[in-house]
């Protein structure tokens, strides 16, 4: 598999189209969910462009970073820092945006997804996801896509420092 390095002009440009996703549905966002560590800085990212106070940090990881693998005993992934707790406190009746770098095989969204809801009442908080990339064999389909992309490993300006100090 091919890595494909993803410069900051493009993270800026894939979040500005998932802001105007968002305004041209009339959708209302009341917070957002970064997926920690990937989704951090396009959640801060979208949240200034929507105007967005409220931005919360879920760390989830499905891959290990050595090897860029999914973890053989854990195929689903870690769950190392929950954000029930935080939606708990205020947010029933409000929308929220998960927000990631990538969906990949769609494992993290899918996941999170089906246990928020699990953990609310049917209604109680309306959730939506967006990633800046979602690659063409993803299971699960984000409501809102900064690119489609095919199957390169990407790498983003936040992960390359582990490639250039590495030497």
């Not at 957002?32 to 800085?41: D, M």
């Not at 489609?148 to 300006?157: M, R, S």
Request: net charge negative; aromatic share 10%; charged share 25%.
């Amino acid at each position: 598999m091919s890595q494909k390095f993803v410069c900051w002009y493009d993270v800026e440009k894939r979040c500005g189209r998932i802001a105007d996703q968002i305004k041209d549905s009339e959708t209302h966002i009341d917070a957002i969910i970064g997926l920690s560590r990937g989704g951090l800085v396009p959640a801060t990212i979208v949240a200034h462009l929507l105007g967005i106070r409220e931005v919360l940090v879920h760390g989830y990881h499905s891959y290990d970073d050595k090897t860029n693998m999914r973890d053989p005993e854990n195929q689903h992934g870690i769950m190392y820092q929950d954000v029930v707790n935080d939606l708990m406190k205020g947010l029933h009746g409000k929308h929220v945006l998960i927000v990631d770098d990538l969906c990949d095989a769609g494992i993290t969204m899918d996941g999170l997804t089906k246990r928020l809801y699990n953990k609310f009442h049917k209604g109680a908080v309306n959730f939506m996801t967006a990633a800046l990339y979602c690659k063409d064999h993803s299971q699960f389909k984000p409501t809102f896509v900064g690119e489609h992309c095919g199957n390169d490993w990407l790498v983003f300006p936040w992960e390359q420092c582990k490639y250039c100090y590495a030497q």
